[in-house]
T-cell receptor, first 115, second 111 residues
Framework: DTAVSQTPKYLVTQMGNDKSIKCEQN?????MYWYKQDSKKFLKIMFS???????INETVPNRFSPKSPDKAHLNLHINSLELGDSAVYFC??????????????FGPGTRLLVL | GESVGLHLPTLSVQEGDNSIINCAYS??????FIWYKQESGKGPQFIID?????DKRQGQRVTVLLNKTVKHLSLQIAATQPGDSAVYFC??????????FGSGTRLLVRP
């Protein structure tokens, strides 16, 4: 059984389009994250939700909007896609609110390519 | 600001040898450190962690060493195997909601 799943795995789209990436975890965790990994493999946190409440909102363009319909799901909607949005987006979850008190589990990633 | 960095972007080792991957961190308030392994096409996977009240922790074939004096972290992999080929990240956190990841080291295992 997949603990943290993301869809789609690959996403190729034109500049200016709007797209969504979905994430689901079946671990019963309260906290979920979105990370962006650039072409140099650098991982940076974007957002975090705890029990459907936004707790981390890093400096990302407001074209990115996370949505958590319930604590098992955290979706990421991106408006007006730009070339620089091309990256791998990872969802993660943990049972803890504070980082470091429990392991974060990562999804397989969504590879976004904006043309 | 906070930063976590690695000394070597790529490390090539012979199968069976020991590997050492290094990481420097700058936030002296960080009290928890983790090593993640990321294989090609996959998400990061937890390997081992250590808290700041320890200087060494061992797992199966892996050991993490923490030197708080010089703010240095290392991951040692014993008897490196082809399956160990991956990108390795260190990450740190203090009393916050987020992990801060280093830039990663690619480990290549030569047969």
């Amino acid at each position: 059984d997949t603990a943290v799943s993301q869809t789609p795995k690959y996403l190729v789209t034109q500049m200016g389009n709007d797209k969504s990436i979905k994430c689901e975890q079946n671990l019963g965790h309260d906290t979920m994250y979105w990370y962006k990994q650039d072409s140099k493999k650098f991982l940076k946190i974007m957002f975090s939700y705890n029990n459907k409440e936004l707790i981390i909102n890093e400096t990302v363009p407001n074209r990115f909007s996370p949505k958590s319909p319930d604590k098992a799901h955290l979706n990421l909607h991106i408006n007006s896609l730009e070339l620089g949005d091309s990256a791998v987006y990872f969802c993660a979850s943990t049972g803890a609110l504070l980082a470091g008190t429990e392991t974060q589990y990562f999804g397989p990633g969504t590879r976004l390519l904006v043309l | 600001g906070e930063s976590v960095g690695l000394h070597l972007p790529t490390l090539s080792v012979q199968e069976g040898d020991n590997s050492i991957i290094n990481c420097a961190y700058s936030n002296s308030a960080s009290d928890y450190f983790i090593w993640y392994k990321q294989e090609s096409g996959k998400g990061p996977q937890f390997i081992i962690d250590i808290r700041s009240n320890m200087d060494k922790r061992q797992g199966q074939r892996v050991t993490v060493l923490l030197n708080k004096t010089v703010k240095h972290l290392s991951l040692q992999i014993a008897a490196t195997q082809p399956g160990d080929s991956a990108v390795y990240f260190c990450a740190e956190t203090g009393s916050s909601y987020k992990l801060i990841f280093g830039s990663g080291t690619r480990l290549l295992v030569r047969p």
